[in-house]
């Protein structure tokens, strides 16, 4: 079974590679938070992956964390998105 998490665990840093070059690419700036999103989603998912393989559950606590960093950070970026094109307010 750790063999499919391992498999799982290289996947995922693949696709989060690939997030990151849309990150850096744009075009626009929806895009890039998309991306980052995504990113954050994925890397927690990995954290949990990790826990599950080394059957330590305090990695689940620091998922959880990142979680919430992860969603306080979107909900900057997008302000600062918002304030950028002109936003209602």
């Known amino acids: 079974m ?19 070059v849309r990150a850096i690419i744009g075009p626009t700036a929806a895009d890039r938070l998309v991306a980052v999103n995504v990113i954050g989603t994925k890397t927690i998912v990995l954290i949990v992956l990790v826990s599950l393989i080394l059957k330590e559950t ?12 992860s969603f306080l950070a979107s909900i900057i970026i997008a302000e600062f998105i918002e304030g950028e094109t002109g936003g209602n307010k």
């Open 58 to 69: 305090y990695f689940v606590d620091v998922a959880l964390v990142y979680a919430l960093i």
């Open 2 to 20: 750790n063999q499919v998490f391992i498999i799982a665990l290289m996947i995922l840093a693949f696709t989060i590679i690939l997030c990151t």
